[in-house]
């Protein structure tokens, strides 16, 4: 069982940056295909980018690249989502999900999420 | 990147069946999945491979699949299932997209 546990809220200015992390338990990272997902409020979700094991890197939606970072600490278990450049319209819940071993052996590449962190909202306000 | 379409609403009295249905050009060459999400929840995930259930999800939750359109299906809605619906996919090169997601309302 992957337990995905987020940090806390933060309250950014425009053009700053942010950080998100997302500690894995009941797996080591190194097992897991870590991606991030966004909702801005009343709205839906959007895929920012994750790992993607077939060629070994991570890969990030369009609308994010250069703006975006997505790191892991193996030490710690770990991974992180770094967005610069902060505006008023990435205001968000941030989510970090993975696949489950088990789902990985039923359904072929690209996976499902079935495990989500409980979100970290994300304020950009002057 | 592609785009999936579903319809923003979907309302339903408790004990019918209610369908959401997904549309995408990339659909009939990748699966889809689809999530449940409940206000100020994390989603869930309902149905993967298009069709199938994954474990602990109820028996009236069914998914289908028709060219380009995948169908989620609420059998017997209770009052529990009120909730936005997303499909998810994917293209070859590994990239993801949520659909545009339905808000199902038990009447």
């Known amino acids: 069982q992957v337990q995905l546990v987020q940090s806390g809220a933060e309250v950014k200015r425009p053009g700053a940056s942010v950080k998100v992390s997302c500690k894995v338990s009941?797996?080591?990272?190194?097992?897991?295909?870590m991606h991030w997902v966004r909702q801005a409020p009343g709205k839906g979700l959007e895929w920012m980018g994750g790992?993607?094991?077939?060629?070994?890197?991570?890969i990030y939606a369009q609308k994010f690249q250069g703006r975006v970072t997505m790191t892991e600490d193996y030490s710690t278990d770990t991974a992180y989502m770094e967005l610069s450049s902060l505006r008023s319209e990435d205001t968000a819940v941030y989510f970090c999900?993975?696949?489950?071993?088990?789902?990985?052996?039923?359904?072929?590449?690209?996976?499902?999420?079935?495990?989500w962190g409980q979100g970290t909202l994300v304020t950009v306000s002057s | 990147s592609y785009e999936l379409t579903q319809p923003p609403s979907v309302s339903v009295s408790p004990g019918q069946t209610a369908r959401i249905t997904c549309s995408g050009d990339?659909?009939?060459?990748?699966?889809a999945y689809w999530y449940q999400q409940k206000p100020g929840q994390a989603p869930v995930l309902v149905i993967y491979?298009?069709?199938e259930r994954p474990s602990g999800i109820p028996e009236r939750f069914s998914g289908s699949s028709s060219g380009t359109t995948v169908t989620l299906t609420i059998s017997g809605v209770q009052a529990e299932d009120e909730a936005d619906y997303y499909c998810?996919?994917?293209?070859?090169?590994?990239?993801?997209?949520f659909g545009t997601g339905s808000k199902v309302t038990v009447l």
């Open positions: 999900a993975t696949v489950g071993r088990e789902m990985a052996t039923l359904t072929p590449h690209p996976w499902p999420f079935d495990y």
């Open positions: 009941g797996y080591t990272l190194t097992e897991l295909s």
């Open positions: 990339a659909l009939p060459k990748q699966y």
């Open positions: 998810q996919s994917a293209d070859s090169s590994g990239t993801y997209v």
């Open positions: 790992f993607d094991p077939e060629n070994g890197e991570t």
């Open positions: 491979k298009d069709i």
